[in-house]
């Protein structure tokens, strides 16, 4: 499986995982994910410096359940 290949299972090192809040379903942990990887993706691609400030509202925003 190559670079931005799906896996049922995957091996990750404990530190760089969180546990998913007993609150929060499967799919809204793994909404939170992809939006929050998004905007990263997207302050990396226009070049944001330390200390500016970035305002991504569509990132904050994840289905509930």
């Given at each position: ?33 992809v ?24 990132a ?6």
């Amino acid at each position: 499986m190559g670079p931005g290949s799906h896996a049922e299972y995957v091996l990750v090192p404990e530190t760089q995982v969180v546990p998913k809040p007993a609150t929060l379903g499967r799919e809204a942990a793994g909404a939170q994910y992809v939006a929050g990887a998004t905007a990263l993706a997207a302050t990396k691609a226009v070049g944001v410096s330390e200390g500016e400030v970035v305002a991504a509202p569509a990132a904050a925003v994840a289905p509930t359940g």
